[in-house]
């Protein structure tokens, strides 16, 4: 079973269009996109603890109200968001949870729900919490992170500077860079390029460590190709 655009908060117009949070994988393999299409969203006890969690942080939910089993991992990334913020000491209005689309004209490429952001004077905050086990780049590499600064700058062109924060509760570690908006231009561009590029059928595929997420993984021939080398090693 594929995808149910009518019910895809991902999809603009009535087409599936890449989403922040799989710029990173999509950038190392452009074939993926298409070929993922092909497959329902998985779902699993794990994944759905995590948005569980994340709808906890966005509602700043006392921590005496947070299950048990999610207590320790929202009060440890309520703690690192915090000393990130004190760190950054940026004023300004706070928002969670909240999508944006990266467009020309009417034309739509990608979007992003950013977990955590503020917006000031000239400085902003963009903070993405990964609350499940797992190797994520750090802030001043990750492309998700890099992509909700491109999208935060198309909404509020006034900002001059945006933090940037990943924090790991599992981990107990959060990594954070300042990127200069006069640096998003061609980042936005390259972003673009690459989403018309990945839309396309029979993109090239890559297997590689991003393959452990994908809907795909059972069913690619590059991937396969590479586990079993490593089989025979």
Not at 195 to 215: L, V, Y
């Amino acid at each position: 079973m594929g995808l149910d655009i009518e019910t895809d908060k991902r999809s603009y117009k009535g087409q599936r269009l890449p989403s922040g949070s799989s710029l990173g994988d999509l950038w190392d393999c452009k074939g993926r996109f298409i070929v993922e299409q092909k497959f329902a969203d998985k779902e699993s006890e794990e994944a759905n603890l995590g948005t569980e969690g994340h709808r906890l942080l966005a509602e700043n939910t006392p921590i005496e109200d947070v299950p048990d089993e999610l207590n320790y991992v929202v009060w440890k990334a309520r703690q690192l968001r915090d000393q990130l913020l004190e760190e950054w000491d940026v004023e300004g209005e706070v928002y969670c949870e909240q999508r944006f689309w990266c467009k020309e004209g009417d034309e739509a490429y990608f979007s992003g729900e950013i977990d955590y952001f503020v917006v000031g004077e000239e400085r902003g905050v963009i903070i993405d919490y990964k609350l499940l086990q797992g190797f994520y780049k750090p802030a001043k590499n990750n492309r998700q992170l890099q992509s909700y600064a491109v999208l935060l700058h198309q909404e509020y062109s006034h900002l001059k500077e945006i933090y940037i924060g990943l924090v790991q509760p599992m981990l107990d570690q959060a990594s954070s860079a300042l990127i200069k908006t006069s640096e998003l231009k061609n980042l936005r561009k390259q972003l673009i390029d690459l989403c018309k590029q990945i839309i396309k059928p029979n993109q090239p595929r890559t297997a590689g460590e991003h393959c452990k997420w994908c809907k795909a993984l059972a069913h690619c021939p590059e991937a396969t190709e590479v586990i079993m080398q490593i089989w025979k090693t």
